[in-house]
């Protein structure tokens, strides 16, 4: 079976970091682009970061530049968000994707996780 788990999430004070996990199982992540993804209540679904198969290339949204990392071990299967400096904006459930080329659209990405609660208190 194909899927795509989360983990990571969790509840944290406003100025602290959490590192988000993607691991895939039933398919390799080497030839793909993955993406986090974060909706918070009553939000539409808004890109946070996505990365290419080789990490070559990396892109974040603006709100979330300077404070979150995405990286990946494709011997791992797995891609990590790295967030610091965490605000109560970032407050949401964040989903990772696979897709073929790093982009900003959810539309993009065909395979997702069920999402990982992430919660910051200020």
């Known amino acids: 079976q194909v899927q795509l788990v989360e983990s990571g999430g969790g509840l944290v004070q406003a100025g602290g970091s959490l590192r988000l996990s993607c691991a895939a199982s039933?398919?390799?992540?080497?030839?793909?682009?993955v993406a986090w993804f974060r909706q918070g209540s009553g939000k539409d679904r808004e890109f946070v970061a996505a990365?290419?198969?080789?990490?070559?290339?990396?892109d974040y949204a603006d709100s979330v530049k300077g404070r979150f990392t995405i990286s990946r071990d494709n011997a791992k299967n797995t891609v990590y968000l790295q967030m610091n400096s965490l605000k109560p904006e970032d407050t949401a459930v964040y989903y990772c994707?696979?897709?073929?080329?790093?982009?900003?659209?959810?539309?993009?990405?065909?395979?997702w996780g069920q999402g990982t609660q992430v919660t910051v208190s200020s």
């Open positions: 994707g696979l897709g073929l080329t790093p982009v900003a659209m959810a539309t993009h990405y065909h395979i």
């Open positions: 039933g398919l390799t992540f080497k030839n793909a682009a």
């Open positions: 990365i290419s198969w080789g990490a070559v290339t990396k």
